[in-house]
């Protein structure tokens, strides 16, 4: 079995190509010790060839999570190869990487990407002399128009003999670094001297303790390099980056041939508009008030109204209830499978055709590379309130699924930053909390298109407000991380990219609905058909009711203080898919017509979306909470996560609620003492609270007490 390796920076193409190299046949995973995600998968051509897709990562100098688990995999697993896609139009970041897995002496293949764009912008790249100066092949290819892959397939089949050509930079850098690789003879492998020198060179700490060199050799180690920095009169990380990029300019003067006048690029010149400072924004709300109106109130709700009314409506039930009577099953397992279990799924399935719609739409933006454009517009927002740009990529994780978005937080270096990412990343609404948006919009909102996407922007406004407000206590105190990220250019969204991140992301909502929420709605329909004394009885005397009641009050502020929402709310914890199903168990299973009128009588149109925003911005379900604890590492931070999701949720659902009420006109003191007590309390975290002084700060503050005291 033949081991390659796929590498390469972030929004390169390397998964474009591991996704063709590979079609279904992936195995997907996590690194050992990490949640960052591994890919694998045979050679579709050649099924004696296993290819590794590794993070995209920038360097080996381990900074990241992405790059610690790419350094250890190929320092102690060492593939046959490695194959670096390198993206042309940025080839001179990207070199900086080819460099560095040079220094592995690993066999090593160059596949040019993208290279077709570079000639759009006029410049072109000689392959031959590229190829020549680094000593290893190179493929020019383009992963998304499957140009020339089958070249780069045929040299991954080929042996290839470990580069002999290594890059030397300055003579005086050459010579410390022989020096030091003198003192590593007989401790590592021949061909990894280079590598070791380097890394050590740099004071790389992993490396130092991974080696554990005696106290002689650490000594005359650090004099070389006290030496170096006294020559170049630099810090030795840096001295080392400064050479890399001086053999990559040289590189470059050779290799890359610049034909036309500079003009800006299609991508540029569309950045000009969608990124633009005063454009941005209501860009962004349009697009996304589109992704949302597709979805929830046209070409989404034709396909839910057609399984919520004919399939799990009609044809399922009825063709089950007649099966059911044949075999002269029980009545009350008939109640079960029909009331329950078909009822309570169905009414989940029925959201698929508009969980897919949102899932196209959201595949296409991130295909055609806007989603990244997002991201650096909401850094030069979050920016403004403190808050890292860095926090916008789990949350933008999270829209599809909490529980990665939550392991997405890994990438976040600054400890405290990490943490409350951690705490918001929940907020914002992922494909189990669409279905309650699509209830709620569809049943007490039609024809109001702003209802679905306001949900969206909800999460986000929890986000920032959540963010200044805690970026003023001690657990979060302390300036945001700098944020930098690559753009990749615009491009026409791939017919089967689309249809595979669609299928995926809706295979996983139906298979949750045939497990968790199939096992969910067994245990619903008997706590509302039983009582305590394991009595069949209507769903006034059931469990479920007594159990909903007891927590009823609490929830009169928010509108919805009954023991059906009660208990929707409560089975929301184990998957918020089960806050539709419950709602169709506790009403009876009626048809999706008469489900609607029962809810619209039940409660008023803003005690509903008191009821959404409560269950958008409340404690997750059991397995995102479960994420929460792993990533943490600590029970004190879980229930503080917890502890403040539920009192947002409940502080902004009583407001939508009770301001409504006041707004009616018919309201009372109470309602008054609850909007002013709610208001005061956002007032005072948003803008009375003083930020907790930093180290720093508190230094200065005693330094100025002192000298007034004088």
Same mark, same amino acid.
């Given at each position: 079995?033949?081991?390659?390796?796929?590498?390469?920076?972030?929004?390169?193409?390397?998964?474009?190509?591991?996704?063709?190299?590979?079609?279904?046949?992936?195995?997907?995973?996590?690194?050992?010790?990490?949640?960052?995600?591994?890919?694998?998968?045979?050679?579709?051509?050649?099924?004696?060839?296993?290819?590794?897709?590794?993070?995209?990562?920038?360097?080996?100098?381990?900074?990241?999570?992405?790059?610690?688990?790419?350094?250890?995999?190929?320092?102690?697993?060492?593939?046959?190869?490695?194959?670096?896609?390198?993206?042309?139009?940025?080839?001179?970041?990207?070199?900086?990487?080819?460099?560095?897995?040079?220094?592995?002496?690993?066999?090593?293949?160059?596949?040019?990407?993208?290279?077709?764009?570079?000639?759009?912008?006029?410049?072109?790249?000689?392959?031959?002399?590229?190829?020549?100066?680094?000593?290893?092949?190179?493929?020019?290819?383009?992963?998304?128009?499957?140009?020339?892959?089958?070249?780069?397939?045929?040299?991954?089949?080929?042996?290839?003999?470990?580069?002999?050509?290594?890059?030397?930079?300055?003579?005086?850098?050459?010579?410390?670094?022989?020096?030091?690789?003198?003192?590593?003879?007989?401790?590592?492998?021949?061909?990894?001297?280079?590598?070791?020198?380097?890394?050590?060179?740099?004071?790389?700490?992993?490396?130092?303790?991974?080696?554990?060199?005696?106290?002689?050799?650490?000594?005359?180690?650090?004099?070389?390099?006290?030496?170096?920095?006294?020559?170049?009169?630099?810090?030795?990380?840096?001295?080392?980056?400064?050479?890399?990029?001086?053999?990559?300019?040289?590189?470059?003067?050779?290799?890359?041939?610049?034909?036309?006048?500079?003009?800006?690029?299609?991508?540029?010149?569309?950045?000009?508009?969608?990124?633009?400072?005063?454009?941005?924004?209501?860009?962004?709300?349009?697009?996304?008030?589109?992704?949302?109106?597709?979805?929830?109130?046209?070409?989404?709700?034709?396909?839910?109204?057609?399984?919520?009314?004919?399939?799990?409506?009609?044809?399922?039930?009825?063709?089950?209830?007649?099966?059911?009577?044949?075999?002269?099953?029980?009545?009350?397992?008939?109640?079960?499978?029909?009331?329950?279990?078909?009822?309570?799924?169905?009414?989940?399935?029925?959201?698929?055709?508009?969980?897919?719609?949102?899932?196209?739409?959201?595949?296409?933006?991130?295909?055609?590379?806007?989603?990244?454009?997002?991201?650096?517009?909401?850094?030069?927002?979050?920016?403004?309130?403190?808050?890292?740009?860095?926090?916008?990529?789990?949350?933008?994780?999270?829209?599809?699924?909490?529980?990665?978005?939550?392991?997405?937080?890994?990438?976040?270096?600054?400890?405290?930053?990490?943490?409350?990412?951690?705490?918001?990343?929940?907020?914002?609404? %992922?494909? *189990?909390? /669409?279905? &309650?948006?699509?209830?709620?919009?569809?049943?007490?909102?039609?024809? +109001?298109? $702003?209802? =679905?996407?306001?949900?969206?922007?909800?999460?986000?406004?929890?986000?920032?407000?959540?963010?200044?407000?805690?970026?003023?206590?001690?657990?979060?105190?302390?300036?945001?991380?700098?944020?930098?990220?690559?753009?990749?250019?615009?491009?026409?969204?791939?017919?089967?990219?689309?249809?595979?991140?669609?299928?995926?992301?809706?295979?996983?909502?139906?298979?949750?609905?045939?497990?968790?929420?199939?096992?969910?709605?067994?245990?619903?329909?008997?706590?509302?058909?039983?009582?305590?004394?394991?009595?069949?009885?209507?769903?006034?005397?059931?469990?479920?009711?007594?159990?909903?009641?007891?927590?009823?009050?609490?929830?009169?502020?928010?509108?919805?203080?009954?023991?059906?929402?009660?208990?929707?709310?409560?089975?929301?914890?184990?998957?918020?898919?089960? %806050?539709? *199903?419950? /709602?169709? &168990?506790?009403?009876?299973?009626?048809?999706?017509?008469?489900?609607? +009128?029962? $809810?619209? =009588?039940?409660?008023?149109?803003?005690?509903?979306?008191?009821?959404?925003?409560?269950?958008?911005?409340?404690?997750?379900?059991?397995?995102?909470?479960?994420?929460?604890?792993?990533?943490?590492?600590?029970?004190?931070?879980?229930?503080?996560?917890?502890?403040?999701?539920?009192?947002?949720?409940?502080?902004?659902?009583?407001?939508?609620?009770?301001?409504?009420?006041?707004?009616?006109?018919?309201?009372?003191?109470?309602?008054?003492?609850?909007?002013?007590?709610?208001?005061?309390?956002?007032?005072?975290?948003?803008?009375?609270?003083?930020?907790?002084?930093?180290?720093?700060?508190?230094?200065?503050?005693?330094?100025?007490?002192?000298?007034?005291?004088?």
């Amino acid at each position: 079995m033949k081991e390659i390796a796929l590498a390469g920076n972030a929004n390169s193409g390397k998964t474009t190509l591991f996704n063709y190299l590979t079609g279904a046949n992936q195995r997907v995973g996590n690194w050992p010790g990490v949640t960052v995600e591994r890919k694998a998968g045979y050679l579709k051509k050649d099924k004696a060839i296993l290819l590794q897709d590794l993070p995209g990562i920038y360097s080996l100098s381990p900074y990241t999570p992405e790059e610690l688990v790419t350094r250890k995999y190929l320092l102690e697993k060492r593939p046959d190869k490695i194959v670096d896609v390198v993206d042309a139009t940025n080839i001179e970041r990207n070199l900086y990487l080819t460099l560095q897995l040079l220094e592995t002496k690993i066999p090593l293949v160059v596949a040019l990407n993208m290279a077709d764009l570079l000639n759009k912008q006029g410049r072109r790249i000689n392959t031959k002399k590229l190829a020549y100066l680094l000593g290893i092949p190179v493929i020019k290819i383009s992963a998304l128009k499957r140009k020339n892959i089958d070249t780069l397939v045929g040299e991954m089949q080929k042996k290839q003999a470990t580069p002999e050509i290594i890059p030397k930079y300055d003579p005086r850098l050459e010579s410390a670094l022989a020096q030091i690789a003198k003192q590593l003879q007989g401790i590592v492998a021949k061909d990894e001297l280079r590598f070791y020198a380097i890394k050590l060179f740099e004071r790389d700490e992993q490396i130092q303790a991974e080696l554990k060199l005696d106290a002689k050799r650490q000594e005359t180690i650090a004099c070389l390099i006290q030496t170096a920095e006294k020559i170049f009169d630099d810090e030795s990380s840096s001295i080392i980056i400064n050479a890399r990029y001086d053999f990559i300019s040289r590189v470059m003067d050779q290799c890359v041939i610049d034909e036309g006048d500079f003009s800006l690029s299609i991508s540029d010149r569309i950045d000009l508009i969608v990124t633009n400072r005063f454009f941005a924004l209501p860009i962004f709300f349009g697009v996304m008030w589109v992704v949302y109106y597709l979805s929830i109130q046209v070409i989404g709700t034709a396909g839910s109204d057609w399984l919520n009314d004919v399939l799990f409506g009609k044809y399922v039930p009825n063709f089950t209830a007649e099966l059911l009577r044949s075999w002269h099953v029980a009545p009350f397992m008939q109640g079960l499978i029909i009331d329950g279990i078909i009822g309570g799924v169905g009414s989940v399935l029925g959201f698929l055709p508009q969980i897919m719609m949102l899932f196209l739409c959201l595949g296409i933006l991130e295909d055609c590379g806007y989603m990244s454009r997002i991201a650096f517009v909401m850094d030069r927002i979050f920016r403004r309130f403190n808050l890292s740009g860095k926090s916008f990529i789990p949350l933008l994780v999270s829209t599809g699924c909490g529980v990665p978005g939550i392991m997405a937080t890994r990438t976040i270096e600054a400890e405290k930053d990490r943490k409350m990412t951690i705490m918001l990343t929940t907020f914002m609404p %992922c494909s *189990a909390k /669409l279905t &309650v948006i699509a209830l709620i919009a569809g049943t007490f909102f039609k024809g +109001q298109s $702003l209802a =679905a996407p306001a949900a969206y922007f909800l999460g986000i406004i929890a986000v920032i407000g959540s963010g200044i407000y805690l970026k003023k206590t001690a657990l979060f105190a302390g300036d945001p991380q700098p944020f930098v990220m690559e753009l990749p250019a615009y491009h026409l969204p791939k017919l089967d990219n689309i249809v595979r991140y669609v299928w995926l992301k809706s295979k996983g909502f139906v298979q949750k609905a045939g497990t968790i929420i199939f096992a969910s709605m067994v245990v619903i329909w008997f706590l509302s058909n039983f009582n305590f004394r394991l009595e069949q009885v209507p769903e006034e005397g059931s469990m479920l009711n007594g159990i909903g009641s007891l927590l009823a009050p609490v929830f009169v502020p928010l509108g919805f203080g009954d023991w059906r929402a009660v208990s929707a709310v409560l089975t929301g914890l184990i998957a918020k898919e089960n %806050c539709v *199903a419950t /709602l169709q &168990v506790a009403f009876g299973n009626p048809p999706q017509a008469r489900f609607d +009128q029962l $809810l619209i =009588a039940a409660y008023t149109p803003m005690a509903a979306y008191a009821f959404l925003a409560f269950n958008l911005l409340c404690a997750p379900c059991f397995a995102a909470i479960g994420a929460i604890h792993k990533e943490y590492g600590d029970a004190s931070w879980t229930w503080r996560a917890i502890g403040y999701q539920t009192f947002l949720a409940y502080l902004v659902a009583m407001l939508i609620y009770q301001i409504s009420v006041l707004a009616s006109g018919n309201y009372s003191i109470y309602n008054v003492v609850l909007v002013l007590l709610g208001i005061t309390l956002i007032v005072y975290g948003l803008f009375i609270k003083k930020s907790k002084p930093q180290p720093l700060e508190q230094a200065i503050e005693m330094r100025d007490s002192e000298w007034s005291q004088r």
